[in-house]
């Protein structure tokens, strides 16, 4: 079993539509959780961090961490063409290995 | 204020060779990360390097590879002998604390 599991879609839906993109994990000792965004052939960026349950909001993005059910989200509002990308969530123990564990990732796509 | 810079971004190479990875973490940035994305699948952590010291290379083969981060210049990635196997994109994240990582553009390395 991955530690961290993530449908790799791929993921196609209407420009405005509401998108939910999410991750299970299965070791409790995880701290912060990320999201990043990868377009095709460039770097990672990240989008948001987490730590606690709870939400977390930064303008059409919103991060949603359960940790009893060992769940995580992102949403997009008002998705746009430009949105789409592969998304990867990602998540970290700051006390010893530093090293981030990373989902699959989800292909998305925006249509006009 | 440049971001994490990684040279060459695509490197070939026949069987046999070696390929040297170099990356520049952000400005003010001390930690070091190695990551490997093979096709259609998630990164892969590989080392955790801090200027002059190897903090954690337990994501990296045994032989072959090789990463060191000196006082002076940039993180560099060394892989021998090159094999087949090897063809995947490596990414180099630096980090100022210790939760948030941000990405470089990656090296694309093809073997031949």
């Known amino acids: 079993q991955k530690e961290v599991e993530q449908d790799p879609g791929p993921l196609s839906v209407p420009e405005g539509a509401i998108v939910s993109l999410n991750c299970t994990y299965s070791?409790?000792?995880?701290?912060?959780f990320m999201w990043y965004r990868q377009y095709s052939r460039k770097g990672p960026e990240l989008l948001m961090y987490?730590?606690?349950?709870g939400n977390k909001e930064d303008g059409r993005f919103t991060a949603q961490v359960d940790k009893s059910s060992k769940y995580i989200s992102l949403f997009i509002r008002d998705s746009q063409p430009s949105d789409s990308a592969t998304y990867l969530c990602?998540?970290?123990?700051?006390?010893?290995?530093?090293?981030?564990?990373f989902g699959q990732g989800t292909r998305l796509t925006i249509n006009p | 204020n440049a971001g994490v810079m990684q040279n060459p971004r695509h490197l070939v190479r026949r069987r046999g060779q070696e390929a040297r990875l170099r990356c520049s973490p952000m400005?003010?940035?001390?930690?070091v990360y190695w990551y490997r994305q093979l096709p259609e699948e998630g990164l892969k952590f590989m080392v955790y390097?801090?200027?002059?010291?190897?903090?954690?290379e337990s994501g990296m083969p045994k032989e072959r590879f090789s990463a060191e981060f000196p006082k002076e210049g940039p993180s560099i990635l060394r892989i021998q002998q090159v094999v087949r196997g090897d063809s995947a994109a490596y990414f180099c994240?630096?980090?100022?604390?210790?939760?948030?990582?941000?990405f470089g553009p990656g090296t694309r390395l093809l073997v031949l």
């Open positions: 994240a630096s980090s100022g604390t210790q939760e948030t990582q941000y």
């Open positions: 070791n409790s000792a995880f701290q912060y």
């Open positions: 987490t730590y606690s349950s």
């Open positions: 990602a998540m970290i123990i700051i006390q010893g290995a530093q090293k981030l564990v």
């Open positions: 400005k003010g940035h001390s930690h």
């Open positions: 390097l801090q200027k002059e010291n190897i903090i954690d």
